[in-house]
C-alpha cells in the first residue's frame, strides 16, 4: 500500500518581534531573542508540553519540533516563525513527542499510540510505538509506521537516531506489561528496533535490558532508553533503573548486544525526583556521542540529573566513556552555581560539525521562591568545563497541581543551537525556544 501523506494545514505564524517576553530585571536578561512557538488555547485544551526540537542539517534554517500530544511545529526561518499543525495517523497520536534527523534531510516524527482515538478509557492506548518519516521538511508525514505492538502490554517513552552512515534510524523505549500497575508480576524492559532509512517497517523488538523494573512509573521502573550512533556501526543506550545507570552497547548496527548490561553510573536519590513545584520530575540519562572530526570523536557521554548536593539541591552532570563504555569518567557538574538550589529536567545535544555540547536545564539559582529561569550550558573542550547562561529572558512560577511534561529538548548543528522548553503561566502552559547563533 503506498503511504498515506498528511498535508501541514497553516494554521497561524507567530510574529517574531511581537513575541519576545522581557525579563524583569535588565541586569539579568537574556542576550537570546525568546520566541513563543504555541501555547494553550482556551481552559478545556489540552496543554502543549514534552517538546522536542530538531535542526535539519540538510537545511538549518529547517527546524522542526512537537509537542504533545499531536502538535507539529516548522520553520523554514531559523524559528523566528512557526506554522502549526496536528499529526494524524491511522494508530492515533498520543505524546512523547521524539524528533530526528539524518544527514540527507529527513526527519522522523515517534510518537506513542492511540488507535482507538479514546485515550485512556479504551485499553489499545499505547499499544506501539510509531515512526513517522518527512522527506520535505515537515510539511507531510507518512501515515506512520508501527513498532512493538505485543498484544496487552504497554509501550511508552521511547527516543530515537538515526545511523551516520547508513541511515537507518534505531529507536529504544520501555514496555509495561501493563502501565501503572502494582502487582510485583508485572515488570518493565528496555527494547530496541530499527528500520532503513525509510522508516516503514521495524524489525522486531531486542530485548536490552538484562534486568527488568517494576510497572509503577517510578525508580525502580526500567526507563529513559535514549539511543546513540557511534562512527562505525556502534549503537548505545543507557537507562535507568534506581539509583544507578545501566549501559548497553552494540558494535553491528543493533544486532548483537552485551550480555551483562554495565553499569555507567549513578543517579543519587533515583531518577524520580521532587522538586518542588513539579508534579512529577524525571532526571533520566540522555545519552550522545561524538561524531565531529575533533578530538573527542567517538566519545560517548550521559548527562543526567541528581541529588548528590542533598534534597533541596539538584545538579546537572555529564560522565564520558573514551573507551565504547567500557569505562567511565567520574560525575562532571554542568551548573556552575554555589546557591545550593535547583537545576533540573535537563538534555544534551552535539553539534556534530564542532564538537562542542550543549546542554539546556531548569534552573532556580537566582531566587528564594520557585521561580524558574531556563538556562543553556556549553563545553568546547568535550565537557571537562562548561559555560551556563541564562536563555529565558523572565522567570516563570510552575504549580504543581498542572502537568508540566517529563522533557525539554535541544538541538544543535554548524552553530546553530535551538533549545525548547514548556514554560508555564497562571497555570497555562506555552512552547518556548531560543534563537542562538555562534
Not at 512557538?37 to 540538510?58: L, R, T
Not at 508534579?279 to 572530526?293: A, E, F, I, K, Q
Not at 510552575?398 to 522548553?421: E, K
Request: charged letters at 20%; aromatic letters at 12%.
Amino acid at each position: 500500500m503506498p503511504s498515506l501523506l498528511i498535508s501541514r494545514k497553516i494554521m497561524h505564524a507567530w510574529c517574531a518581534a511581537s513575541l519576545v517576553f522581557f525579563s524583569f530585571s535588565s541586569s539579568s536578561q537574556s542576550d537570546y531573542l525568546n520566541v513563543k512557538i504555541d501555547e494553550q488555547n482556551g481552559a478545556f485544551s489540552y496543554p502543549p508540553c514534552e517538546p522536542s526540537i530538531v535542526v535539519n542539517p540538510k537545511n538549518p534554517k529547517n527546524v522542526v519540533g512537537g509537542a504533545i500530544l499531536d502538535k507539529v511545529y516548522v520553520s523554514d526561518d531559523g524559528g523566528l516563525t512557526w506554522d502549526i499543525d496536528d499529526l494524524e495517523s491511522r494508530y492515533g497520536v498520543f505524546g512523547d513527542p521524539a524528533l530526528v534527523a539524518n544527514n540527507k534531510g529527513d526527519i522522523y516524527f515517534l510518537h506513542l499510540s492511540d488507535p482507538s482515538g479514546l485515550g485512556w478509557t479504551h485499553p489499545s492506548l499505547l499499544d506501539r510505538i510509531v515512526c513517522q518519516r518527512s522527506k520535505d521538511n515537515g510539511d507531510n508525514w507518512s501515515e506512520g509506521a508501527s513498532i512493538g505492538f505485543v498484544e496487552g502490554k504497554d509501550q511508552d517513552k521511547e527516543w530515537a537516531v538515526c545511523d551516520p552512515n547508513s541511515c537507518a534510524i534505531y529507536t529504544s523505549w520501555t514496555q509495561f506489561d501493563q502501565y501503572n500497575s502494582h502487582e510485583p508480576t508485572d515488570s518493565s524492559l528496555i527494547l530496541f528496533s530499527k528500520s532503513n532509512r525509510r522508516a516503514n517497517k521495524f524489525i522486531d523488538p531486542i530485548r536490552i535490558s538484562q534486568y527488568a523494573g517494576n510497572c509503577v512509573d517510578d525508580d525502580l521502573t526500567v526507563e529513559g532508553a535514549v539511543p546513540a550512533a557511534g562512527p562505525n556501526d556502534e549503537v548505545y543506550i543507557s537507562w535507568a533503573r534506581g539509583d544507578s545507570i545501566f549501559f548497553d552497547r552494540s558494535f553491528n548496527k543493533g544486532e548483537t548486544w552485551l550480555s551483562t548490561d554495565i553499569v555507567a553510573g549513578t543517579i543519587i536519590g533515583g531518577w524520580d525526583q521532587d522538586i518542588p513545584g513539579i508534579g512529577r520530575c524525571n532526571g533520566m540519562p540522555v545519552t550522545m556521542v561524538d561524531l565531529s572530526n575533533g578530538p573527542n570523536r567517538g566519545d560517548i557521554y550521559i548527562n543526567y540529573t541528581d541529588f548528590s548536593a542533598g534534597a533541596t539541591d539538584s545538579d546537572v552532570w555529564v560522565i564520558k566513556s573514551q573507551d565504547h563504555g567500557s569505562t567511565w569518567s567520574d560525575p562532571i557538574r554542568v551548573n556552575d552555581d554555589d546557591s545550593g538550589k535547583h537545576q533540573f529536567f535537563t538534555w544534551l545535544a552535539i553539534d556534530q560539525m564542532t564538537g562542542y555540547l550543549y546542554t539546556v536545564f531548569y534552573d532556580r539559582r537566582n531566587y528564594e521562591n520557585l521561580n524558574t529561569d531556563v538556562f543553556m550550558a556549553y563545553s568546547q573542550d568535550g565537557g571537562k568545563t562548561w559555560i551556563n547562561e541564562r536563555i529565558s529572558e523572565s522567570p516563570f512560577l510552575p504549580d504543581a497541581d498542572v502537568f508540566f511534561g517529563d522533557y525539554n529538548n535541544i538541538s544543535a548543528h554548524a552553530g546553530i543551537i535551538r533549545p525548547i522548553w514548556t514554560r508555564m503561566v497562571d497555570k497555562k502552559l506555552s512552547i518556548w525556544t531560543a534563537i542562538i547563533d555562534r
